[in-house]
T-cell receptor, first 111, second 115 residues
Framework: QKEVEQDPGPLSVPEGAIVSLNCTYS??????FMWYRQYSRKGPELLMY????GNKEDGRFTAQVDKSSKYISLFIRDSQPSDSATYLC???????????FGKGTLLTVNP | EAEVAQSPRYKITEKSQAVAFWCDPI?????LYWYRQILGQGPELLVQ????????DSQLPKDRFSAERLKGVDSTLKIQPAELGDSAMYLC?????????????FGPGTRLTVT
């Protein structure tokens, strides 16, 4: 079992839809949780950064962490074609805070 | 807005040749990371520097890969000799803090194709 599991999709939604992206993990030491957006042939861009359990909102994006279930989510409200990208979850914990990434979910928002 | 710089953006090389990638982190960022991202996968850490010291190189194939950050600023990752399986995106990232994962900022990457 991989430390971080993420459904690679692809996920295709109409413009304006609410998008839900998810990751599960197995390592109880993870305490820091991030979501990155990666456009084709570009480097990942940090979207959300959360510590421990709870919710964090930034504009149209909401990140949720449920440590008891080892489950994290990213919600995108009022999705736009410009949101079309690969979304990577990443998490960290332990002595050197090494990031472990999921495989990424490819999202397409259709106009 | 400060960014992580990488060069070259694209590199095509023949197997058994040497190749090198360069990274300039965001000014003031003490921690520098090199990742490898195979198509369809998430990035995997190759090496992490804190200033000029290696913190983690457990996933670096040391028989052919080397990395240095001599003055604690920019960094070079080298592969010699390159193999077909090394074809991937090589990403550099940097973060401010020496403790905690911080917020890691990625460069645009170098896409390597080994023929």
């Amino acid at each position: 079992q991989k430390e971080v599991e993420q459904d690679p999709g692809p996920l295709s939604v109409p413009e304006g839809a609410i998008v839900s992206l998810n990751c599960t993990y197995s390592n109880s030491a993870f305490q820091y949780f991030m979501w990155y957006r990666q456009y084709s042939r570009k480097g990942p861009e940090l979207l959300m950064y959360t510590y421990s359990s709870g919710n964090k909102e930034d504009g149209r994006f909401t990140a949720q962490v449920d440590k008891s279930s080892k489950y994290i989510s990213l919600f995108i409200r009022d999705s736009q074609p410009s949101d079309s990208a690969t979304y990577l979850c990443a998490m960290s914990g332990g002595s050197n805070y090494k990031l472990t990434f999921g495989k990424g979910t490819l999202l397409t928002v259709n106009p | 807005e400060a960014e992580v710089a990488q060069s070259p953006r694209y590199k095509i090389t023949e197997k058994s040749q040497a190749v090198a990638f360069w990274c300039d982190p965001i000014s003031g960022h003490a921690t520098l990371y090199w990742y490898r991202q195979i198509l369809g996968q998430g990035p995997e850490l190759l090496v992490q520097f804190q200033d000029e010291s290696v913190v983690d190189d457990s996933q670096l194939p040391k028989d052919r890969f080397s990395a240095e950050r001599l003055k604690g600023v920019d960094s070079t990752l080298k592969i010699q000799p390159a193999e077909l399986g090394d074809s991937a995106m090589y990403l550099c990232a940097s973060s401010l803090g020496a403790t905690g994962p911080g917020e890691q900022y990625f460069g645009p990457g170098t896409r390597l194709t080994v023929t």
